[in-house]
């Protein structure tokens, strides 16, 4: 059975879902079936919020000062389970900080602003930028929303700016220098700092 929370860097991960729209170029999925403490995160269908209570009840977080929601998939896949797992983690732990990793296409995902949906609970929601325009950005990620994935993106990253205490952008260390400025100038114009994250 796949690991629903792991353990990774030191941090807890929650690992919700398995379904993505997107298929990067760089993805880890496609490298190894799991990752930190995990020996394997694909689940044989998406966990139910049961069994992800479970693991939440089960799972020692003593000593972790931020949870991340990234696993083998996109949490806004799982909005519902994602919110609710959330609204649990702040309930018996309120110290613990909160972040999401998330591609940024919930809006595409459900054809609404989802910006919003975990406004009080997360306190970081971390953007994959990947690229300074849609072409390239369509290259990489080959979105099945193709390239209107990119714009969808950038307004929720600007709709996030306005509900959460951190929002951040990452871009993986594959993309040529000049690539990487291209992102870093996008990000500044849109005041949303840029992390360059190593290739898993
Ligand atoms: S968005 Fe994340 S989970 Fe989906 S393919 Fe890209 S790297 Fe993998």
């Known amino acids: 059975m796949a690991d629903i929370i792991y353990s990774y860097g030191g941090k807890p991960y929650l690992n919700i879902t398995n379904q993505c729209p997107c298929a990067c170029v760089f993805c880890i999925r496609g490298q190894a079936e799991g990752l930190g403490s995990a020996a394997n995160l694909w689940h044989h269908a998406d966990p139910s919020w049961e069994e992800i209570e479970t693991a939440l009840a089960a799972f020692d977080f003593s000593g972790a000062g931020e949870v991340v929601f990234c696993g083998y998939g996109e ?103 000049e690539t990487l400025s291209e ?14 994250r190593r290739r898993a």
């Open 75 to 177: 949490p806004f896949c799982a909005l519902d389970h994602l919110r609710r797992a959330a609204v649990w983690l702040k309930e018996h732990f309120p110290a613990l900080k909160l972040r999401v990793n998330t591609n940024g296409l919930g809006d595409l995902i459900y054809q609404r602003d989802t910006s919003k949906d975990l406004a009080g609970l997360v306190d970081t929601v971390s953007i994959s930028l990947n690229a300074p325009n849609a072409a390239l950005y369509q290259q990489i990620c080959r979105c099945a929303y193709g390239e209107a994935a990119f714009g969808a993106m950038l307004l929720f990253a600007r709709h996030c700016k306005e509900v959460y205490p951190n929002v951040i952008f990452s871009v993986v260390d594959v993309l040529s220098e």
């Open 183 to 196: 992102c870093r100038a996008l990000a500044s114009s849109m005041g949303i700092p840029l992390r360059v």
